[in-house]
């Protein structure tokens, strides 16, 4: 991967190129308070957009996989029926992506593109997304107390799946680094300069910095994928974690790493339908409900561990290549029952001795 230099002065003039390239960027900005966003970069807020500052909770995985996206219309009247696909096929960017949530997107890769069944709305949004992610490096703006990316190994810096990363060296440069052809293109301008063996040696000093200034950087992640692959988790624990659950979604709303989606059409029209799909949560109990009204998962706390089952089990690890968590900490921050996935890892592992199987026989 070739890296290059760039002046903070002309970090953003990185945004006017891609959009001078057609596509439509989006870009971090600060709300009230603790609230940030990625909002479209537009010549009125250009000046406003930020490096550095807390990852937005809603993810950059809805410029993929958006909350609510239209799949299809079907119009006409008696009989005479047509169905057109509604594919998002626009040239967009998402600057200043953080290292969990390019994680996050190659996880969602996996999932829609990775087997033998490819999602085409999915693929038409992906293969137009120009990626630049930003690796946090200031322990005050970027990282929070909820950040485990450590843990997740996806952070700080991600090494790959992105078209461009660009890390604050401080003294006003940032390293350009071009993770695909597309990004290496853009070192054609006059911005970016050579980067010298004293800028790589900044950049190692800085990562071994900011990977010290992680609080929680113990994974307890091996021995819990091992428990939840084996089922030996025992039902009392599932369901002290169940039992704090109050059933919102929200963890599975704001993370990166989740797939799953409900479909439904409506009418939009006098003879016109339009199909949809929805992000789902299956922290709800419609997630599992038949349609004669039978839910083999009704009890909470079924319902939260098929959750971490899902992005812990051996199995889907093997099929993804990758745990279905990325370490970014969201369902943490919101979580009002503290079973984010941290608090859950660690009430697993608290747990371990009593399981069946580390139990002495009596006989
Ligand atoms: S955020 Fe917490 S309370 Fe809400 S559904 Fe998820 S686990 Fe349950
Ligand atoms: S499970 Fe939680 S910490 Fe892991 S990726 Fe999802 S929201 Fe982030």
């Not at 290059?4 to 002065?9: F, N």
Request: aromatic share 10%.
């Amino acid at each position: 991967m070739k890296a290059r230099i760039v002046d903070l002065a002309d970090v953003l003039k990185i945004v006017d190129l891609l959009r001078g390239r057609g596509y439509d960027v989006f870009a971090p900005f600060c709300g009230r308070g603790r609230d940030t966003f990625f909002d479209t970069v537009t010549d009125a807020n250009r000046q406003q957009v930020q490096i550095h500052l807390p990852n937005p909770y809603y993810p950059p995985k809805r410029f993929v996989f958006p909350h609510i996206e239209r799949l299809m219309k079907v119009r006409g009247p008696n009989g005479d029926m047509k169905i057109e696909p509604i594919y998002q096929e626009r040239q967009r960017a998402v600057f200043g992506v953080r290292s969990c949530d390019v994680a996050g997107l190659w996880h969602l890769d996996r999932f829609y593109l990775g087997r033998d069944f490819r999602d085409v709305y999915y693929e038409k949004r992906r293969k137009n997304l120009f990626l630049v992610n930003v690796v946090c490096t200031d322990p005050a703006r970027d990282i929070g107390d909820d950040c485990f990316c450590l843990c997740a190994d996806t952070g700080p810096a991600a090494r790959d799946h992105f078209d461009l990363q660009l890390m604050d060296l401080g003294d006003g440069e940032f390293m350009a680094v071009a993770g695909s052809p597309a990004g290496e293109e853009l070192f054609s301008e006059p911005i970016f300069r050579k980067a010298t063996a004293a800028h790589l040696e900044r950049r190692r000093a800085i990562l071994a910095g900011v990977r010290r200034s992680f609080r929680i950087t113990t994974s307890w992640f091996p021995a819990t994928v091992r428990y939840v692959s084996q089922g030996t988790i025992l039902d009392k624990t599932w369901e002290e974690i169940g039992n704090r659950c109050l059933e919102c979604g929200g963890c599975t709303y704001v993370c990166p790493a989740c797939t799953c989606f409900t479909v439904s059409d409506r009418q939009v029209g006098p003879e016109e339908v339009e199909r949809v799909r929805i992000w789902d949560s299956c922290a709800l109990s419609g997630f599992t409900r038949m349609a004669g009204g039978f839910n083999p998962r009704r009890a909470v706390h079924d319902r939260r561990n098929r959750r971490f089952f899902r992005k812990l089990a051996q199995y889907f690890i093997q099929r993804e290549l990758d745990m279905a968590c990325v370490g970014c900490g969201r369902c943490a921050a919101v979580c009002h029952g503290d079973i984010g996935m941290p608090s859950v890892v660690e009430m697993i592992r608290r747990a371990a001795p009593e399981t069946a199987q580390n139990e002495p026989a009596q006989h």
